[in-house]
């Protein structure tokens, strides 16, 4: 029997945590879709490098996270991540609503919601508290982001 949507949030939150990255990219179905504040239309072998990336680059992230709702297919979780981010080095908490779909024992797709002018106060400060609400600084963000993602899957 195939694991329920709420199974495979488990196992891939549950893998997070202690930042395994190679069980979190396995539960991507290649053809998956995944988006969130920063990263948006990734497949699911971007996803998968994504954490990679960011597990492997994060030297004190933190997470918690609950099932809010579930059903055989849909789970709605909510994470908290607590990390410094590196190009700052200022300590952030950011708080992430997640809609995960599965079929067949795998992600199709993954949407990840956080509030940007949230994090990015956290993340560059003043500078956040200015510019993070405008498409300027997102778009900024989401370059680099693309740009780091790119070279990190060069590279692996």
């Known amino acids: 029997m ?8 488990e196992i891939f939150y549950e893998a997070f945590i202690i930042k ?13 879709s995944f988006s969130d504040e920063v990263f948006l239309n990734l497949s699911g072998i971007e996803a998968g490098a ?12 933190r997470l918690t996270y609950e099932i809010l709702e579930s ?16 190009k700052t080095g200022r300590t952030v908490h950011n708080i ?19 509030s940007f002018w949230n994090w990015s106060k956290q993340a560059f400060g003043p500078l956040g508290v200015l510019l993070g609400w405008t498409p300027i600084l997102k778009n900024k963000v989401r370059g680099e982001a693309l740009r780091s993602l790119s070279k990190f899957m060069n590279r692996i």
């Open 2 to 9: 195939l694991p329920k949507a709420h199974e495979i949030a």
């Open 71 to 86: 059903s055989e297919n849909v789970a709605m979780i909510k994470w908290h991540a607590y990390y410094t981010f590196s």
């Open 20 to 32: 395994d990255a190679q069980t979190m990219a396995n539960l991507y179905d290649p053809k998956a």
């Open 96 to 114: 992430i609503t997640t809609k995960l779909t599965t079929s067949k024992g795998k992600i199709i797709s993954q949407h990840d919601h956080f």
């Open 50 to 61: 994504m954490w990679r990336m960011l597990c492997s680059g994060s030297k004190d992230l």
